[in-house]
């Protein structure tokens, strides 16, 4: 099993910053990549940014530019920096990662960009 915990959302105007944290605990041995999703209100979950043990990332076209994903092995966390945010992008954040075949989400973390 493995648990991750997110942290950092909030409310914050259009653009302003927020950085979102996820740690991960448990069984995180052979953990390669970790990813951040979202999901707003009436619309189904999207990817947002995806990066491997090895600093690999892949980011959403809606985000590129603005956000970037970063991780900290040694602490077992991977951190969203998110710049010049938006009204749209005001979701639920989730963390997640894939271990042996088993995909593992974290609670979410509310994010809300005012106009």
């Known amino acids: 099993q493995v648990q991750l915990v997110e942290s950092g959302g909030g409310l914050v105007q259009t653009g302003g910053s927020l950085r979102l944290s996820c740690a991960a605990s448990?069984?995180?041995?052979?953990?390669?990549?970790m990813a951040w999703h979202r999901q707003a209100p009436g619309k189904e979950r999207e990817f947002v940014a995806i990066?491997?043990?090895?600093?690999?990332?892949n980011y959403a076209d809606s985000v590129k530019g603005r956000f970037t994903i970063s991780r900290d092995n040694a602490k077992n966390t991977v951190y969203l920096q998110m710049n010049s945010l938006k009204p749209e992008d005001t979701a639920v954040y989730y963390c997640?990662?894939?271990?042996?075949?088993?995909?593992?989400w974290g609670q979410g973390t509310q994010v809300t960009v005012s106009s």
């Open positions: 997640l990662t894939v271990r042996r075949g088993n995909t593992y």
């Open positions: 448990g069984s995180i041995k052979d953990i390669n990549v």
């Open positions: 990066i491997t043990s090895g600093g690999s990332t």
